[in-house]
């Protein structure tokens, strides 16, 4: 069983409009992660939560909104989407915030 | 300038041959984690490690915090050992967010 669960697994969306991605993780872990993945670029680090509490942002835009409702929820809202956000998001979570941190498959968004 | 700098960018391998890939950082970097991404873009842990020596079967990592570069290296190559190799450097930070190379792709031919 997949451990660590993203959804949708593709998304196409249109300018302008939002969208929610999902993030699940049943490795009983404490952190939790969002990651992008662009063409030709290194995996980038977007945000990092620990026992639901926001520890690290790297995203110079607001239009980027993680959203934790549970301890093993880590959403990210985006809004105003550009084709520019076309990307591979990919959630991650740890045990402690200091240790190993597993991927999830990711949600590949293709904004049009 | 590139924080991770991994080498070579591809390269490609007879099956059964060895080889190492490198990481070398211009970050802090405390921890280095190493992974596997498939071709249908699975991340797939292979390593953490902290400064030191860390072995799994035919792969086997390094990381030299004070020359601030990791290896990884492949014994016996395997057509399953294709994909690209990330490096991530994590700092000791309070978010520990990870830094990646920008992968090696790796091909085993038969």
């Known amino acids: 069983d997949p451990k660590i669960i993203q959804k949708p697994k593709y998304l196409v969306a249109v300018t302008g409009s939002e969208k929610i991605l999902i993030c699940e993780q049943y490795?009983?872990?404490?952190?939790m992660y969002w990651y992008r993945q662009s063409a030709k670029k290194p995996l980038e680090f977007m945000f990092s939560?620990?026992?639901?509490?926001?520890?690290d942002n790297q995203t110079a835009s607001s239009r980027f909104q993680p959203q934790s409702s549970k301890k093993n929820h880590l959403d990210l809202q985006i809004t105003a989407l550009k084709p520019d956000d076309s990307a591979t998001y990919f959630c991650?979570?740890?045990?402690?915030?200091?240790?190993?941190?597993?991927f999830g498959p990711g949600t590949r968004l293709l904004v049009l | 300038g590139d924080k991770v700098k991994q080498s070579p960018s591809a390269l490609s391998l007879q099956e059964g041959t060895n080889s190492a890939l490198r990481c070398n950082f211009s970050i802090a970097a405390t921890t280095v984690q190493w992974f596997l991404q498939n071709p249908r873009g699975s991340l797939m842990n292979l390593f953490y490690l902290v400064p030191g020596t860390k072995e799994n079967g035919r792969l086997k990592s390094a990381f030299d915090s004070k020359e601030s570069y990791s290896t990884l290296h492949i014994r016996d190559a395997q057509l399953e050992d294709s994909g690209t190799y990330f490096c991530?450097?994590?700092?000791?930070?309070?978010?520990?967010?990870?830094?990646f190379g920008i992968g090696t792709r790796v091909l085993v031919r038969p």
């Open positions: 939560y620990s026992y639901q509490k926001l520890m």
């Open positions: 490795l009983g872990h404490n952190a």
């Open positions: 991650a979570s740890s045990q402690t915030g200091q240790d190993t941190q597993y």
């Open positions: 991530a450097a994590g700092a000791n930070s309070a978010g520990n967010k990870l830094t």
